[in-house]
């Protein structure tokens, strides 16, 4: 079958199509003919090598996460569906990729598709609403009437987290460009602040959570905007201690992480916050939710563009430059 895979980690990790065996199914596995995938930023990274210590591939590997198909063939154990299914799902963290013909999913990682989604839309949404979900009703058990900042909200992360912030019944703020606040406030955001004209630790305070979504010092600026008691989630680091005991990691690499995230652990502790640091993962019963609520209008998939199959790495460029609105998918049937 014809896959997207990269042969070595770092400069030069060799990106390009290949033609790879149809993967073989274990007892609780669905093979899924993929008939969408939706791109993360994860997925330009994981080439660079700068996550080799915590996901393990075989090369070549075969990128993407996301998927939505039809499910072709399952295991002996598999309980949950049938063939002919059509079902959504991210493999992430699991060792394998969905940029091929066919893909092969573990059914605790699996959901069905919402009848009221197309495949393009239900492949924008598994790893951006796994995080979101993870991050705001388990991690930092989000409650109406809170104060939530979300920064970036016109991206993949953003454009779902805001919605479940507001189906959950939160008062949302954010940062874009002032060409995306008609974006976000359409889909439910309160406070828009223009992040080229506006310092949002200027304007915002007393937040009970920030969702950590832009690296750089703007982690450590939002510190200040938190109430004391308040939580930060941050999905782009810095790694903690706690994420290397949970994965079962070295005692070097817990002592490096815990250094990685010194600093803006004890600027939290200084202002009675606490951070955490959110590594998502599979989960077919928490997509069977988020099904749920999209089903029931809730929250909509933003998608900004669709590509075919054969302009995959074109897709990859794009969404590298950081200025998707919403997410970027490829369309492979």
Do not use: C
């Not at 590594?279 to 999209?294: N, S, T, W, Y």
Request: charged share 20%; no cysteine; aromatic share 10%.
């Amino acid at each position: 079958m014809k896959a997207l895979t990269f042969k070595r980690y770092g400069k030069a990790p060799d990106i390009g199509f290949s033609e790879v065996a149809k993967p073989s199914i274990k007892s609780n596995e669905l093979l899924v003919e993929v008939y969408a995938v939706g791109l993360n930023p994860i997925d330009n990274m994981i080439p660079t090598g700068i996550f080799k210590e915590v996901l393990k591939f075989e090369m070549p590997a075969t990128m993407g996460s996301d998927v939505a198909g039809v499910v072709v063939s399952v295991g002996s154990a598999v309980t949950k569906f049938k063939v002919g299914d059509e079902v959504f799902a991210s493999v992430f963290d699991l060792g394998v990729g969905t940029l091929a013909d066919f893909a092969a999913v573990p059914e605790f990682a699996a959901a069905h598709k919402p009848e009221s989604l197309s495949f393009v839309q239900a492949a924008s949404v598994p790893m951006v609403g796994l995080t979101s979900w993870q991050a705001l009703t388990e991690r930092a058990n989000l409650e109406a009437g809170q104060k939530i900042f979300i920064p970036a909200g016109s991206g993949g992360i953003g454009t779902f987290a805001i919605q479940l912030a507001k189906y959950v019944g939160a008062r949302v703020a954010t940062t874009t460009s002032a060409v995306n606040t008609g974006l976000v406030r359409s889909l439910g955001a309160d406070e828009v602040i223009d992040y080229r004209s506006q310092k949002f630790e200027n304007v915002l305070a007393s937040y009970d959570l920030v969702l950590g979504t832009v690296r750089g010092d703007e982690l450590e600026r939002s510190i200040s905007v938190v109430r004391a008691g308040g939580k930060i989630v941050s999905l782009i680091g810095p790694l903690d201690s706690a994420f290397a005991e949970k994965r079962g990691m070295s005692f070097i690499f817990k002592f490096i992480f815990a250094l990685m995230g010194w600093r803006t652990k004890r600027l939290a502790r200084k202002r009675g916050v606490s951070y955490s640091f959110l590594f998502v993962r599979p989960d077919g019963a928490q997509l069977k939710e988020i099904a749920a609520i999209i089903s029931a209008g809730s929250i909509k998939p933003v998608i900004d563009k669709v590509f075919a199959f054969e302009d995959v790495k074109e897709a990859l460029s794009y969404l590298a430059q950081g200025r998707a609105k919403g997410k970027v998918v490829v369309q492979m049937k």
